[in-house]
């Protein structure tokens, strides 16, 4: 559901204005999960409108035991499948990560996803559409819940799926629609040069988060294929393309691999690397400590992870260790797998 759906039925029922403000406000205000429960329209109106309202249908709903991370499989026109995740890292502080794609192209070595190998891109519809569910879910379950940030760190490449994620940016920050506040909403990125550069245009409100795992081409280009087109010292001049725009933070996702990149000459790369930045007091490091997959990585000892911290803050950076939310039902970074449902 989203506004170009609604007009679409406008247009095809011949139906006047207020119609319009009817289904906009139980779909977006009353977060109405069918054209059924829209009581506004009357009842011949709403059977005769044959659309569905949402492209993506539950197959599976899994809540963490902590109760603070739920990841559903759904199912889209297709047939295909993808996850998304509703979290609530602080109390009352909601969020949802949302994919862009079936699978995804980019081969991270640590990521599920990227073994599941490219399938297609979502459409903006099928992106936001997400967002819908979980308010729906949000509702139908009574949680004590507002559903307030969304981050692009689901199944996908974000900038591999360029129009459509631009695309959905537009409709999430639409007044009429979600409206939801650019400064609510993050982008996550493998390190897709160009698009960063055309992302920080179109959206220099939006926060954004550059995956980097590595600060040495051959350790990043060993965990990171995109390394080899995109290598560290063009991404450090996309990055400071973004900051240099926007005046705005930039958050630097690192995940730590047991043995692989958490060591303290990692650590000093880093720093280097950062320090290298035209604004280097406006990136933030996100330490996520590795979530195990079936990819053959280990996870950083917690020691290790807050050692590996502690020289990035000597050194003057600003740094925390990520909260991991939903490992127990794989929902957490790096776990979206489809797992035992393909
Ligand atoms: S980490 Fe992101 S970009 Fe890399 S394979 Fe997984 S989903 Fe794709």
């Not at 297709?78 to 192209?105: A, F, M, N, R, Y």
């Not at 949680?143 to 631009?166: C, I, Q, S, T």
């Not at 400071?240 to 958050?251: A, E, G, M, Q, S």
Request: aromatic fraction near 8%; proline fraction near 4%.
């Amino acid at each position: 559901m989203d506004a170009q759906r609604i007009d679409t039925i406008v247009e095809t029922h011949d139906l006047p204005t207020y119609r319009r403000q009817q289904l906009l406000h139980a779909f977006f205000t009353e977060n109405c999960a069918t054209f059924d429960d829209v009581t506004t329209l009357s009842k011949s109106l709403r059977t005769s409108i044959d659309l569905p309202a949402m492209t993506v249908r539950k197959r599976r709903l899994l809540v963490s035991n902590e109760g603070n991370a739920f990841k559903a499989l759904v199912e889209l026109d297709d047939g295909k499948l993808i996850e998304t995740v509703l979290l609530e890292p602080k109390p009352g502080l909601w969020s949802c990560c949302i994919s862009s794609q079936v699978g995804c192209l980019m081969k991270c070595s640590f990521c599920a996803t990227g073994r599941l190998g490219f399938t297609r891109h979502l459409t903006s519809e099928e992106i936001t559409d997400q967002v819908l569910f979980w308010r729906q879910y949000i509702r139908a379950e009574g949680l004590e819940a507002n559903l307030r940030n969304v981050v692009y760190m689901g199944m996908g490449e974000p900038f591999h799926n360029k129009d459509a994620v631009f695309a959905s940016l537009r409709e999430l920050t639409n007044p009429e629609t979600f409206n939801i506040g650019a400064r609510s909403i993050s982008v996550s990125t493998s390190g897709l040069v160009p698009a960063i550069e055309e992302f920080t245009d179109q959206f220099p409100q939006i926060n954004l988060a550059v995956s980097l795992h590595a600060a040495t081409d051959e350790l990043r280009q060993h965990l990171m294929p995109v390394n080899k087109p995109y290598p560290l010292e063009k991404l450090r001049a996309a990055m400071d393309y973004y900051v240099d725009n926007t005046n705005r933070k930039l958050f630097i996702e690192y995940i730590m691999l047991d043995g692989e990149n958490d060591q303290p000459a990692h650590a000093e790369k880093l720093v280097q690397y950062i320090r290298g930045m035209a604004r280097p007091h406006l990136a933030h490091v996100n330490l996520i400590v590795y979530n195990p997959t079936d990819a053959g990585h280990r996870e950083s000892p917690r020691a290790i992870a807050r050692a590996f911290m502690a020289i990035l803050k000597d050194n003057g950076l600003s740094a925390t260790i990520r909260k991991n939310l939903g490992r127990d039902i794989n929902g957490a970074c790096g776990q979206l797998a489809l797992k035992g449902q393909v």
